[in-house]
């Protein structure tokens, strides 16, 4: 399996750069890198505080980070925050993330890259967030004896660290100090391969995250001005095909008004919007006739990356898209966390969170554009049902909070960022 990962990590890179003439994405992930370690550098260069390094994915990844991330930072003001992300989806939205002092591209993995890295970084902890493995800096951490420490992590059966074939996978897991797992389906996963010691339940610090953002929403007057006293679906994260499914209810209802933040804001992603929801605007357009008394739109089509996390505030129902593409389903909590129902498609299994808030009873997940309208239509109508879904949704994310402390406490007890 390590030989298939060399020929992995050499590849890519490849493939990006033949890529990168055509895709946007591609080429903001090549030159991102193009100059990374001379950045690197420069950046450090006169650093004389101990250093704390977090790498996440992507967008996701760095919400469950950060948490933590902005804890230890108030408890050790001391040390400087160093944040990487592998993907432009993280790295291009958080950028000028002001709690971090440095944010950079990940290298690419490699031995030479790994050793480079580090020795200019110099960390003296490393946080991993979720999903990420990647063997060199790993391998180099352990060699390094800096504590190295994965957070939020999940686990599944048809992971190759449970396989015949996992060795490679199971030597990366044994350069970490310690394993911070969602669920006890993870530690049970992980002890029956060895890891019993290094491995604790924490739950998901995405829990602790969505809690702060509700704590400091600040209302968007444009949006209070759009939705008035009418009922309102806010739609986060939609893909076509949870548009197709959403579209014919926020058309036949007028009545009803409906906020939609397509995951990709691109001009032509917009303009499919545009021509899906018949009386639509962009909220750039509906920023600027604000004060304008107009009645004939009940859509609003948000064409900016940021003010998902407080538009569910608005919701009367929420709805979360990607549930009906193969991702699955985007983040529930950050609706859920405002007391209000969550509705989805019907890919959500590898998401514990949807799985559970169905369980709870604080969301709904429909099949079809059929169903979608049953839902909205009883929740709508049944105001007792509907308050116990709202009671439902917020309660499941407070029982869930505290992953963090127990994270920033095991640092502390454990002395891993005292001289």
């Known amino acids: 399996m390590k030989f298939l990962y060399d020929i992995f990590i050499v590849c890519y890179p490849l493939i990006a750069k033949l890529l990168a003439t055509k895709n946007a994405k591609a080429k903001l992930w090549i030159d991102g890198r193009t100059t990374v370690f001379e950045q690197l550098k420069s950046a450090l260069a006169n650093n004389n505080h101990p250093v ?13 980070g950060r948490p933590v991330a902005e804890q230890l930072k108030q408890q050790y003001p001391n040390h400087k ?30 031995a030479l890259n790994a050793t480079s890295f580090l020795n200019i970084v110099q960390p003296s902890l490393i946080l991993f967030v979720k999903y990420e493995f990647w063997f060199y800096y790993l391998r180099e951490a352990k060699k390094r004896n800096i504590p190295l420490l994965l957070i939020s992590g999940i686990f599944r059966e048809n992971q190759p660290f449970f396989k015949w074939y996992g060795s490679f996978h199971k030597q990366m897991l044994n350069y970490f100090t310690h394993l911070f797992v969602q669920n006890i389906k993870s530690k049970d996963l992980l002890q029956q391969i060895g890891f019993t010691d290094t491995v604790s339940i924490c739950g998901d610090t995405r829990f602790d995250r969505v809690l702060a953002i509700a704590q400091q929403f600040t209302p968007i007057p444009e949006i209070e001005h759009f939705v008035g006293n009418s009922p309102t679906i806010v ?29 990709d804001i691109s001009k032509s992603r917009l303009e499919q919007c545009l021509n899906y929801y018949k009386n ?16 004939n739109y009940n859509c609003l089509i948000i ?64 099949n ?38 127990k994270i920033v406490s095991f640092i502390y007890e454990k002395r891993l960022l005292t001289n």
């Not at 704390?52 to 469950?64: A, D, R």
């Not at 893909?239 to 209802?253: R, S």
Request: aromatic share 14%.
């Open 303 to 366: 064409d900016n990356i940021g003010m998902l996390s407080k538009l569910y505030y608005y919701a009367t129902i929420c709805y979360v898209g990607g549930g009906f593409g193969n991702d699955g389903v985007h983040n529930v909590l950050e609706a859920a966390v405002y007391n209000k129902p969550v509705i989805f498609g019907p890919e959500y299994e590898k998401f514990i969170e949807a799985t559970e808030l169905l369980e709870a009873d604080g969301a709904f997940t429909i």
């Open 52 to 64: 704390i390094w977090m790498h996440c994915s992507s967008l996701g990844e760095f919400e469950q």
């Open 235 to 263: 739609a986060g994260s939609t893909w076509t095909e949870d548009d197709l499914e959403l579209a014919h209810f926020v058309n036949t209802h007028p009545s009803i008004k409906c906020i939609v933040a397509p995951h």
């Open 81 to 110: 925050l160093l944040i990487t992300f592998f993907s432009p989806s993280g790295y291009e939205v958080q950028k000028n993330y002001a709690g971090a002092n440095w944010i950079f591209y990940l290298p690419m993995d490699s």
């Open 368 to 405: 079809s554009a059929v169903e979608l309208e049953t839902v909205f239509n009883e929740i709508l109508k049944d105001e007792m049902a509907y308050k116990k879904a709202c009671n439902n949704a917020g309660n499941y994310v407070v029982s869930k909070a505290g992953a963090t402390n």
């Open 280 to 295: 639509a605007i962009l909220f750039s357009e509906w920023k600027t006739n604000a004060l304008h008394e107009n009645t």
